[in-house]
């Protein structure tokens, strides 16, 4: 082994000594690959580290841990999960790194259910197991040594933008939340998209189509999967799903362990989502909340009513603030455009001088 990639192997050994993998011995082993396997390229300006944590219903999580390098006091920190069926490969991680270069310790977890955390059967979601999942890095990075306690922030990607939001209405210890590109996933699993399936009689069919995928899943022993992105991409399919192709679907974001790039949920997974509304709480978050969302995204309207919620003031396509939270839409983004690099859009700027602000 060469001195440089000891080197790197000790700082590695330093981190989980210093945030202790917090496990007991009723839990099950993860396997966590070893290969640096993201949709990003490794920074040279960090260290990163496999750290795995559970949360309160003792699901073992795994996290990519990134630390700035030469980090020599209690720093503030940063839990990061979405989009909603991607892993920590891909935007979350990136997310996270860009934070660790600019002084933060920053994990990017996978959710109960997928990519290397525990929990069956795979490729459920949970509006409470789910929001429990940001909860439960607050508490691993809050018992880290290399994290100052109360200088603890969240970022949610997507559907986990709106998961992120409901964690900062239930836990206090949350000083800065972002939700990037959200989702409201209970919105548009009750609704459909735009309120285009708004009515009883639609809910009730859902209702009804789900009953009956549990008693056939039941009966043949395993669950259906709904189908990730849709692949090949028809012709006549709508330019965000095209959107979302580009992204799963190519080298640029695809990943073996994604739902989104591979066969998605199960198709009973979101089922709770119908009667467990997510932002029911917004408007008692007494933390900063920043929202963003790119101006062409077609589900701008999801970070235009978390704003409405928490502050009472509608908006439409434009950028506001009331108080400490704040709707910045950024200038003609698609939804996609927030998940990675390619567009240039992300403003990383923006979001360490909110967190820098609000963690200190």
């Given amino acids: 082994m060469s001195i440089k990639n000891f080197i790197a192997v000790s700082l590695a050994a330093m981190t989980l000594l210093a945030c202790k993998s917090n496990t007991n011995e009723n839990m099950s082993t993860l396997n966590l690959t070893n290969e640096w396997d993201k949709t990003f390229p490794k920074s040279e300006l960090v260290n990163h580290s496999k750290v795995t944590f559970h949360n309160r219903y003792g699901i073992e999580l795994a996290a990519d841990m990134y630390v700035p390098k030469n980090a020599d006091v209690k720093l503030p920190a940063i839990a990061v ?10 935007s979350s991680g990136l997310y996270a790194q860009h934070m660790a270069e600019r002084g933060f310790v920053a994990i990017a977890f996978d959710p109960s259910f997928t990519g290397e955390s525990g929990g069956e059967p795979r490729r459920m979601a949970s509006p409470d197991i789910n929001t429990e999942d940001f909860l439960a890095a607050v508490d691993f990075l809050s018992n880290c ?33 972002v939700a990037s590109t959200m989702y409201d996933m209970s919105k548009v699993n009750v ?36 189908g990730g992105v849709v ?25 073996k362990r994604s739902g989104n790039s591979n066969d998605g ?14 932002l029911a709480w917004a408007q008692e978050i007494e933390a900063p909340v920043l ?32 108080g400490n939270k704040e709707l ?33």
């Fill in 231 to 255: 692949d090949p991409l028809p012709d006549d399919a709508p330019w965000f799903v095209k959107d979302y192709h580009a992204y799963y679907k190519t080298p640029r974001g695809y990943h």
């Fill in 191 to 226: 609704e459909g998209y735009f309120a285009s399936e708004d009515t009883p009689v639609q809910r009730q069919e859902k209702r009804r189509a789900l009953a009956a995928q549990r008693t056939k899943d039941y009966a043949s022993g395993t669950y259906e999967r709904a």
């Fill in 291 to 322: 929202l963003i969302h790119g101006e062409k995204a077609h589900s701008r309207y999801f970070s235009e009513y978390a704003f409405e919620r928490m502050t009472g003031r509608h908006v439409v396509g434009e950028s506001a603030k009331e």
């Fill in 81 to 90: 999960s979405g989009p909603f069926g991607a892993v920590k490969e891909q």
């Fill in 328 to 360: 910045l839409i950024i200038p003609g983004a698609s939804h996609v455009d927030l998940y990675d690099d390619v567009a240039g859009v992300i403003p990383y700027d923006k979001i360490e001088s909110f967190f820098m602000e609000n963690l200190k």
């Fill in 145 to 177: 040594e290399l994290v100052d306690p109360e200088r603890i922030g969240i970022i949610g990607i997507c559907g986990f933008g709106g998961m992120a939001v409901n964690a900062a209405a239930l836990d206090p210890r949350i000083k800065a939340t």
């Fill in 265 to 278: 949920w199960n198709v009973i997974g979101c089922q709770s989502f119908l009667n467990q509304p997510l």
